[in-house]
């Protein structure tokens, strides 16, 4: 089994910072892109910023300038500092991981999507 944990939410004045971290343990044998997604009450879930294994970022256009993705491959975890947030930023946070594990009869074929259990961040005004 993979577990997805992450830590960091909370509540925070609009302009505030909050940093996001999501730990991926369990039966890994090769870890990919990992990410952070967001869904606000009513919204769909959207992408708010993802890494590849080899550092390479991608971010939501109404994040960037003000929140860095990044990550330990050692530790197999993905950050996201948050600076400047807004308002709209609200939402639950999911972290993403893609990757292959291993089953009972070894390798798994191929990479599937693991999700955090997501965690709120409330910016006030």
């Known amino acids: 089994q993979v577990h997805l944990v992450e830590s960091g939410g909370g509540l925070v004045q609009a302009g505030g910072s909050l940093r996001l971290s999501c730990a991926a343990s369990?039966?890994?044998?090769?870890?990919?892109?990992m990410g952070w997604y967001r869904q606000a009450p009513g919204k769909q879930r959207e992408l708010v910023a993802d890494?590849?294994?080899?550092?390479?970022?991608n971010y939501a256009d109404s994040v960037k300038g003000r929140f860095t993705i990044s990550r330990d491959n050692a530790k197999n975890t993905v950050y996201l500092q948050m600076n400047s947030l807004k308002p709209e930023d609200t939402a639950v946070y999911y972290c993403?991981?893609?990757?292959?594990?291993?089953?009972?009869?070894?390798?798994?074929?191929?990479?599937?999507?693991?999700w955090g259990q997501g965690t709120q961040v409330t910016v006030s005004s």
């Open positions: 369990g039966s890994i044998f090769s870890l990919n892109a």
């Open positions: 890494i590849t294994s080899g550092g390479s970022a």
């Open positions: 993403n991981a893609v990757l292959r594990g291993y089953s009972d009869y070894g390798i798994e074929p191929g990479e599937r999507d693991y």
